[in-house]
């Protein structure tokens, strides 16, 4: 489903699904980030579903839960000021994020997109969300989060460049569909 109008970067409260026929594999991410192979199966096998809280617009909470009980979910704080720090993560375990906001050209000096996909501006401004993620000596994740058209929708999307310690890196872009508040 396209993310209503009133859905913005200040206003991202709500359920959100993960549009798997829009996405990438992301298996091929988790692969690369060193998970196992039957837990990249059951996960891309499975839908994965986020509720999203944002009390004001420089906090996001996410809880991330898959439709697989083999799976721990995972949640997520972001404070929007660009400064590391530590959480631990039912899934990677010990990881440093951080994370800001940014304009649509800062954007895209990120290096997390290579021109594809065309940024949505917003009646609250062109920004998008820069974050940023690494699992000390395994690998390193950059995200971009703003909204692009979609097969002619408007949707909530996630561009995400990860690498890792054997200089591998992946771009892929991650859909989601607005299931409601």
């Not at 359920?15 to 059951?42: E, H, M, P, Y």
């Not at 991330?64 to 993560?89: A, V």
């Not at 820069?130 to 996630?158: C, I």
Request: proline share 2%; aromatic share 8%.
């Amino acid at each position: 489903m396209a993310a209503p109008p009133n859905k913005t970067l200040q206003s991202l409260s709500g359920k959100w699904q993960l549009n798997k026929s829009c996405s990438d594999d992301f298996a091929q991410v988790l692969a690369l980030q060193g998970v196992n192979a039957l837990i990249r199966k059951t996960a891309n096998a499975a839908s994965i579903h986020l509720k999203i809280s944002q009390p004001d617009d420089q906090h996001i909470k996410m809880a991330q839960s898959i439709t697989s009980g083999k799976i721990p979910g995972t949640t997520e704080e972001y404070t929007l000021d660009y400064e590391w720090r530590i959480n631990e993560d039912s899934f990677f375990g010990k990881i440093a994020g951080r994370s800001r906001w940014v304009s649509i050209e800062e954007g895209r000096k990120t290096g997390v997109v290579r021109g594809e996909g065309e940024w949505l501006e917003s009646e609250d401004g062109a920004k998008l969300i820069h974050a940023e993620g690494k699992k000390e000596g395994e690998w390193e994740a950059s995200h971009l989060w703003g909204f692009e058209m979609v097969d002619g929708e408007r949707r909530h999307t996630r561009r995400v460049r990860v690498s890792n310690s054997k200089e591998e890196e992946l771009r892929v872009r991650m859909v989601y569909d607005f299931m409601g508040e």
